[in-house]
Structure formats: structure tokens, C-alpha cells
């Protein structure tokens, strides 16, 4: 079965929002990437249900979702991934309490997880995954689209 992957693309003090992934033992050809905050999603959510879940338990903080920006399928990982432009609207960033930070020893091969803001002049810079959607993100922020 598919599994559906969603993510937030935050704008945030003048910046955007990453997981920044460290020591990803799992991964054999890249343990240390960026990437957007998200994950699957759980029975009975929306998309936009679960983005706004998963960012709340990545990152620590509230937004809303303006509008659906990408969508890839990937099938490497048997999923379909879903990439909303979304903006912040309360909580502290970096306070995310969820699995991922439980030190649950299922998750060590998966590395660390650390919230990051990355200034948007930087963001080309970057190590992102998925490339694909690198490459969109970069072209939309250099056009002022984001």
C-alpha cells in the first residue's frame, strides 16, 4: 500500500523551517541531509490535517495551511509526498515533543533531528531532500514566488 508523506515549506524570521537529519544510520547513502518537517499520516486525517500535526510535533509550533505547492511520487519509498506552503502562527520554535525526540530505540538508526531556520539566501545552498523538490523551492523563492 502507498504510504502519503506531507510536509510544511514555513516561512519564518526571514527564513524557512528545516529538519535538519544528523547520524542517519538507516540511510546508507546519505546520513546527514535537510529536509521539510512532516511525516505520514495517520487513519482518518486530511493532508492538511496531518502537516499540521506533524509540524506541531517536529517543530514545536502552530501554523495553518495556506496551499498545496508540490506533490512527487517516490517509488523507492512506495509513497506520494505532499508539500503545502504554510504559515506560523503561534508557539515556540524548536520545542517539538514528538516520537522522533522520544530517545524510543526505534528510532536510533534514524540519527538525530534538529530544527533549524535556514535564511532564504542560504537555502540554495543546502542539502535538501527530495532533490526534485529542491530544485522547485530554490526557483520559487529566487522568482519571489514563496
Same mark, same amino acid.
Given at each position: 500500500m502507498e504510504r502519503t508523506r506531507v510536509a510544511g515549506i514555513i516561512p519564518i524570521e526571514n527564513g524557512f523551517a528545516f529538519m535538519h537529519r544528523v547520524g542517519v544510520v538507516k540511510r546508507k547513502d546519505y546520513q546527514?541531509?535537510?529536509?521539510?518537517? =512532516?511525516? /505520514?499520516l495517520e487513519e482518518g486525517e486530511?493532508?492538511?490535517?496531518?502537516? &499540521?500535526?506533524?509540524? *506541531?510535533?517536529e517543530l514545536g509550533i502552530e501554523v495553518k495551511v495556506i496551499k498545496k505547492l508540490y506533490e512527487m511520487?517516490?517509488?523507492?519509498?512506495n509513497q506520494k509526498e505532499v508539500f503545502y506552503l504554510c504559515e506560523y502562527v503561534?508557539?515556540?520554535? =524548536?520545542? /517539538?515533543d514528538?516520537?522522533?525526540?522520544?530517545?524510543d530505540p526505534k528510532y &536510533?538508526?534514524?540519527? *538525530?533531528?534538529?530544527?533549524?531556520i535556514i535564511k532564504?539566501?542560504?537555502v540554495k545552498d543546502l542539502f535538501l531532500l527530495p532533490f526534485e523538490?529542491?530544485?522547485?523551492f530554490v526557483k520559487d523563492i529566487e522568482e519571489e514566488n514563496i
Open positions: 546527514e541531509y535537510y529536509t521539510f518537517p =512532516g511525516g /505520514g486530511t493532508l492538511e490535517e496531518g502537516t &499540521i500535526r506533524e509540524i *506541531k510535533e511520487k517516490s517509488d523507492k519509498f503561534n508557539g515556540k520554535f =524548536g520545542t /517539538g514528538g516520537p522522533e525526540f522520544s530517545n &536510533i538508526s534514524s540519527g *538525530k533531528y534538529l530544527p533549524e532564504r539566501d542560504k523538490i529542491k530544485d522547485k
